[in-house]
């Protein structure tokens, strides 16, 4: 009996991970001028066989880093590469802890690299890097972040350069309760908040007080029964231990897929940020 449910899990998450058509994609590592002199190693992912078109997007990593230990990258990244790449844009992906010879960061209370200075300096360099290239065809650029680099994009679009080359922004499951407190300013451009109600890592009301003050530049998607990485390709719900910072305090959330979450939100981001789709 244990069989079927687990044959729907399954038939649900491959559902809600078709890609389109052209799923294939260019990997270029490249180095980016940084803050204070570092050298920001990224990862850009082009379109296969054509000239990205604008907007170039920004994509910010979780607290986990940009590349699993055995150096691939994260499949949460691929399949979002993929699929930004199937609509015919570029995506670039700095690795903030690689480029600081850092390994992930999630069970680390003491940060070298936090998302409101040195993440958020780093998205802001890389922005305008991207936003120079030829294929951004002049245009500023949109960005997408997951977790902790959303953290670090909610600091970047309420916290905004002069001059910051980014048109709209979609933050997956961010941590909003600092933002609350910091009491900043609205966000550059649109901002579209995902995350899941049942979030105990990065919980969903302090995300719901933040789209309040702004209700006008910020959309706040919220999904029932949804837990924190809801949009990764395949990932059973699990219980994660000796997290740093958690809603409870207790060094546990829960991470996993929700196909229906992760199916809407694959159908809402793209059109939000401009890269076609519904």
Known sequence: MRLLPCLLYALLIALAGALPARADMRELPVIIPGPEGLALRALLLLPEGEAPRPPAVLGLHGCAGLFRPDGQLFA???????????L???????????????????SERE??????????????????????????????????????????????????????????????????????????GPPAGPLLILIGEADDWTPAEPCRSLAELWPDAI???????????????????????????????????????????????????????GLGGD
């Open 76 to 86: 949460r990244y691929r399949d979002w590469g993929r699929r930004i790449t199937a």
């Open 88 to 106: 015919g844009h570029a995506l670039l992906l700095p690795d903030s802890f690689g480029s600081r010879g850092l390994g992930g960061q999630c």
């Open 219 to 273: 959309v706040l998607r919220s999904y029932p029964g949804a837990v924190h990485g809801f949009d990764d390709p395949a990932t059973p719900l699990r219980l994660r231990r000796g997290l740093a910072f958690t809603a409870r305090g207790d060094a546990t959330a829960h991470v996993g897929t929700d196909p229906e979450a992760r199916a809407d939100a694959i159908r809402l981001v793209p059109g939000f940020l």
């Open 111 to 184: 940060r070298a690299v936090r998302a409101s200075v040195e993440r958020r300096a780093d998205a802001v360099a890389a922005a305008r890097w991207l936003a120079q290239q030829s294929f951004a065809g002049g245009k500023p650029v949109v960005a997408i972040g997951w977790s902790n680099g959303a953290s670090t994009l909610l600091w970047t679009a309420l916290r905004p350069e002069p001059g910051l080359p980014v048109a709209r922004f979609a933050a997956f499951y961010p941590g909003c309760a600092p933002l609350l407190r910091a009491r900043l």
